[in-house]
């Protein structure tokens, strides 16, 4: 039989001290990530979420929470929000025809309106595609959240709210990113229907 006991352990070790440094560290940007949401939300905006490889599922992860619930028995409404990874004929044809770079950009310039929130996942902050949505999306006057890892890249200090995970594990970035996605689908439940 195997033994992988310090491989276990190391990697549940590593995930748990990097996840308590989110309370002191990153506790006022998850705040104010989550009165942007809600704030868009209460103005009928809808919330834009995307990224690439395991960031690309934690966007559609985080989306479909909120369109169906994020907690068994909190009936409510559904929230609009919609992963832009999730097309595979714009995904492709953008791809094929401009190039990856734009896969989200395209669909934030056709879609995005200045009540609405982009809210974008890279582990490195240095993902083009996200960098170029980013910027079509400040174009357009969306209000821009950005969850980031390490020292957040080249996206650093550039949108309206960032969650810069402090780790250089990207394991350890996304860990953290779908807990910080789960605060903030029980922000919004909470605030705009008294769910807890």
């Known amino acids: 039989m195997l033994d992988h006991k310090n491989l276990i352990e190391t990697q549940i070790a ?25 704030q868009s939300l209460n103005n009928s905006g809808i919330l834009y979420f995307c990224g690439n490889g395991g960031s690309s599922c934690d966007a559609s992860h985080i989306a479909a929470e909120l369109v169906v619930r994020y907690k068994s028995g909190n009936e409510r409404k559904a929230i609009p929000a919609l992963a832009l990874n999730s097309d595979q004929a714009v995904l492709t044809a953008c791809s094929n025809d401009y190039g990856y770079e734009y896969i989200f950009k395209r669909q934030i310039e056709a879609f995005g309106k200045p009540n609405d929130v982009f809210v974008g996942l ?75």
Do not use: W, Y
Request: hydrophobic share 40%.
């Open 122 to 196: 890279t582990t490195s902050g240095n993902s083009q595609n996200i960098i170029l949505a980013h910027e079509a999306a400040k174009e357009i006057g969306m209000k821009t959240v950005l969850l980031l890892g390490g020292d957040g890249g080249k996206l650093k200090g550039l949108a309206d709210s960032e969650i810069i995970v402090p780790s250089k594990t990207t394991a350890r970035i996304q860990e953290s990113h779908i807990l910080i996605g789960h605060i903030l689908c029980s922000i919004i439940e909470k605030e705009l229907f008294g769910l807890s």
């Open 14 to 38: 590593d995930s748990i001290a990097v996840k308590q440094q989110l309370l002191p560290v990153l506790m006022p940007d998850i705040q104010k990530t989550g009165e942007i949401l809600v």
